[in-house]
């Protein structure tokens, strides 16, 4: 057991960071759900639905990467 | 019946590659034992002294390898804008059939502009529409060039520096070296490095992007448009409210900085969360090289669909500055 606590922590951060991917992918799942649910009950609504859903995907990933920026800036010593 | 003879043989190329790639990594013991990939976030410097000492008065200019990648991406788009204009022109010579690159920048371009048109109306999609094909098509490159084979491999070996871990180099024939998976002082330094993967080039892309939205806004309602900002409309009529309606108003500035931000780091983030992955199941399962390829698949899709998605908000914020919410709302009372 030795080594740097700064080092330690480093890691203990970005693991840290990396809770608030959680909240991503409930965001991600709810919106291909309900994506999904519009599309069987209208098939018609297919190409529409999928390019908002795209579009509500990335709203919602962007999340999970300010997380992974956030964990990468730590273990890589940026800041 | 038309299709000549001699064409045939591009698919056996095509086999060939798909059974000598597996071979050359799994059959024979591992010829390309993949080595671990240096991760920086900052792009790394190919020469160490600055080739302009002082840029503009802003600093000296490194030649980094995004800045190489950056100058072969760019020469690649203008060969190809003039490849489909004279495509397209020669179709229209002949019999209006668009054939070769023309016929694939049509078939894109073409859902860009519906996509477009759907979305901004019929009024302002020749406004907005070169924004949304522009940066697809250059980050759709940006992204993708990166995935072709020694595209971050082939480099220079710098010195490694203290505590930092490096490769030991296996000597092949003059100056040239193989990367080998050991530890040593040797760091590679890649001739390119994937243009997205710099956040220089996103966070530029965004400023582009928002400060192009606020223009696209000023034309489309005046100078109303800066009144979704500094909110005075209702003011002198209900004091209380009109207040709240100012401060929502500062809200929207701050909301539109953070596109700023949300575009730099959705971009750069998925990009370098590619390359980490990639480094990080190289480290792990290097020995079983089809892992790491079906991972630079799966690049080949967030590449896509990241430059769809960069295009498309552009798009849609560009749409919503055209369209003023605060009119309507007052027409309808």
């Known amino acids: 057991m030795e080594g740097n606590i700064l080092d330690a922590m480093r890691y203990v951060g970005a693991g840290l960071a990396m809770i608030g991917a959680a909240g991503a992918g409930v965001g991600i799942g709810l919106s291909v759900q309900g994506a999904l649910t519009g599309m069987a009950r209208n098939p018609d609504t297919y190409g529409n639905l999928l390019t908002n859903m795209i579009l509500g995907i990335a709203f919602s990933e962007a999340i999970a990467i300010y997380c992974l920026v956030i964990a990468f800036l730590m273990l890589f010593k940026v800041v | ?333």
């Open chain 2, 1 to 333: 019946m038309e299709q000549p003879k001699e064409r045939h043989w591009r698919r056996w190329i095509v086999l060939a590659l798909m059974i000598i790639g597996p071979i050359l990594i799994l059959g024979v013991g591992g010829i390309f034992k993949p080595a671990p990939i240096p991760i920086s976030v900052a792009p790394e410097k190919i020469l160490e002294e600055p080739i302009v000492p002082n840029f503009l008065g802003t600093g000296p200019l490194y030649l980094t390898n995004t800045l190489t990648t950056l100058i072969v991406t760019l020469i690649l788009l203008i060969i190809l804008a003039y490849s489909t204009s004279r495509s397209l022109k020669r179709s229209q010579n002949t019999d209006l059939v668009p054939r070769g690159v023309g016929n694939a920048m049509e078939a894109i371009l073409e859902m860009i502009y519906n996509l477009t048109e759907g979305s901004a109306g019929q009024k302002w999609v020749r406004a907005i529409f070169p924004w949304f094909a522009t940066i697809l098509v250059y980050v759709l490159f940006a992204n993708l060039l990166r995935l072709i084979p020694g595209f971050e491999t082939i480099g220079v070996i710098h010195h490694v520096e203290e505590g930092a871990a490096g490769s030991a180099l296996q000597p092949i024939a003059g100056h040239w070296y193989w990367v080998t998976a050991e530890p040593g002082e040797g760091l590679l330094v890649g001739f390119f490095r994937g243009l997205s993967v710099d956040m220089n080039f996103t966070l530029a892309l965004a400023l582009i992007s928002v400060v192009m939205t606020q223009i696209i806004g000023v034309r489309a309602q005046g100078g109303g448009y800066w009144s979704k900002y500094f909110n005075t409309r209702r003011m002198f009529k209900v004091p209380f409210f009109g207040a709240m309606d100012f401060l929502v108003g500062l809200l929207e500035i701050i909301s539109e900085l953070s596109k700023i931000l949300s575009f730099t780091f959705r971009l750069f983030g998925n990009m370098f969360a590619g390359v980490v992955l990639v480094a990080i199941v190289v480290s792990l399962l290097g020995f079983i090289t089809i892992v790491p390829a079906m991972l630079m698949l799966f690049e080949l899709f967030v590449g896509l669909i990241q430059a769809f998605v960069f295009g498309m908000l552009t798009m849609v914020f560009m749409a919503q500055a055209t369209q003023g919410h605060g009119e309507e709302h007052a027409e309808a009372h």
